[in-house]
């Protein structure tokens, strides 16, 4: 797969570069030069999740990556299912919170490390990233163990869940934490200096791991081949589907797997009160706000960084502006959708009635709506118990987590304690 950098056109990588770097020259974030579509996606639905998921990330990374290696890639991230769960007659939700650290995140952490693992061909990797909750833990568990690997996770003391917390500080091994005094945005400027400083970028092989790597957007392409199999197959080409987004990189994999043939009629992305693409759209003025906080956290992004890819297949054409929707949802609001979602029979997280209630807005009649289950609703379990009224039991994960020791590190915001710990562990 070729890539160009959106923001510097001559900037022309491979995918295994791309995985590599993140991101290209002037911050721009890489995207493939040519989508080519698949042909027959209704044989293709009639497969398993992973022999087609390895059948569809051939057709995209086949002129780089042999079968097997990528048959051997899928099957090592892809151990968990994706579920559609049917919610009402033209409703149905898709559970992405069945992996090792309850979230969607999961998905695209699990294939990227899988990449690097492959990519890498045993030159040391530190993966060093700053987490506000749920991409930590992915990327914890995605790389705990692997060779040549070693992750630093940098997070606020005293600002994210005890449960998002424990999921990665108790792993141990060569994921190495930090509870760093101060805020998510101080975490995020030490990780920035890091990969300013060229001596330790060469000497520990820094790697980001965040959103913006494109191995975790094919890695999500996949699963929306998955929802669409398991509608009968009458209603397989009336997919609306609705993604809660915060960097909008879920809903660019939705993208991407409609412009390679995947039959979703149309894509709403919902955002919480961090609303800057619904107030884009509907005025063409990029203004983003400063961010608030919400009961949906991990979508409390004003600057989204995976717009300029959505951005680009809508003014290519590839997927029309009329079939695109974009609604934010406000706090009141996602309480009344819980707990409408409840009375349904459908237990669901912030993130998820976020989704739901953006679909709500504009499925038609004749469509069948997928919404998507980003976290499994424990994880939000202190929002969901006080909005629902009851006491969520905790799954098995979590409690394990919970129940182990805290093995992070205090460090103060300041660069040169993390360089100087990174130097003295790693180097
Ligand atoms: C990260 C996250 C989102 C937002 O996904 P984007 O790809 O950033 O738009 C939504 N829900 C949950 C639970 C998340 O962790």
């Known amino acids: ?40 996606v209704d044989a293709l639905l009639d497969l398993d999740f992973v022999t087609r998921s390895a059948k569809v990330l051939r057709h995209l ?3 780089e990556l042999s079968d097997e290696t990528i048959a051997g890639m899928v099957e090592g991230a892809f151990t968990f299912p994706a579920p559609l769960v049917k919610v009402a007659d033209n409703m149905h939700c898709l559970e992405l919170f069945h992996g090792p650290t309850l979230a969607f995140k999961d998905f695209g952490g699990r294939f990227m490390a899988q990449c690097l693992a492959q990519f890498s061909q045993g030159e040391k990797v530190t993966i060093l990233t700053a987490t506000s909750g749920d991409t930590g833990a992915a990327v914890a568990h995605a790389f705990y163990g692997k060779e040549n690997i070693d992750v630093v996770i940098l997070y606020p003391e005293g ?14 091994g060569n994921v190495h934490c930090y509870s760093v005094t101060g805020s998510f945005d101080d975490c995020q400027a030490m990780v920035k200096e890091a990969f300013l400083d060229d001596e330790l970028k060469t000497r520990l092989g820094l790697n980001s791991a965040n959103s913006i790597n494109i191995s975790r957007l094919l890695a999500q392409v996949c699963y929306y081949f998955e929802a669409v199999a398991q509608l009968p197959k009458a209603q397989r080409s009336k997919a609306h589907i609705s993604v809660p987004s915060g960097n909008f990189g879920n809903v660019c994999a939705a993208m991407i797997a409609a412009v390679i043939g995947l039959p979703i009629q149309k894509l709403s992305a919902t955002t919480n009160q961090n ?24 979508m409390d992004v004003s600057r989204p960084n995976n717009w300029p890819r959505v951005q680009t297949m809508l003014d290519n054409g590839d997927f029309s502006y009329g079939d695109f929707f974009s609604h934010a949802v406000d706090e009141q609001t996602t309480q009344s959708a819980m707990k409408e979602l409840n009375e349904m029979g459908y237990l669901a997280e912030p993130h998820t009635a976020i989704a739901y209630e953006g679909l709500k807005a504009d499925l038609a009649d004749d469509h069948q ?27 098995q994960a979590l409690a394990e987590a919970l129940a182990k020791q805290c093995l992070a590190q205090p460090m103060s915001a300041d660069y040169t304690q993390l360089r100087e710990a990174m130097l003295n562990k790693l180097g």
């Open 275 to 298: 609303d800057t693409v619904p107030r884009f759209l509907a005025s063409k003025q990029w203004q983003p706000n400063d961010t608030l906080e919400s009961l949906s956290n991990a």
């Open 61 to 63: 990374l086949g002129d």
């Open 159 to 172: 600002k994210i869940s005890l449960a998002q917390q424990k999921l990665f500080t108790t792993l141990g």
């Open 1 to 40: 797969m070729q890539l160009y950098n959106l923001k510097d056109h001559e900037q022309q990588v491979s995918f295994v570069e791309a995985v590599k770097t993140g991101l290209g020259r002037n911050q721009g974030v890489f995207f493939p030069t040519h989508l080519a579509p698949l042909e027959d």
């Open 369 to 395: 709506g997928i919404f998507l289950a980003t976290a499994h609703p424990a994880k939000f379990k202190e929002s969901v118990d006080s909005i629902l009224d009851m006491d969520l039991p905790m799954p």
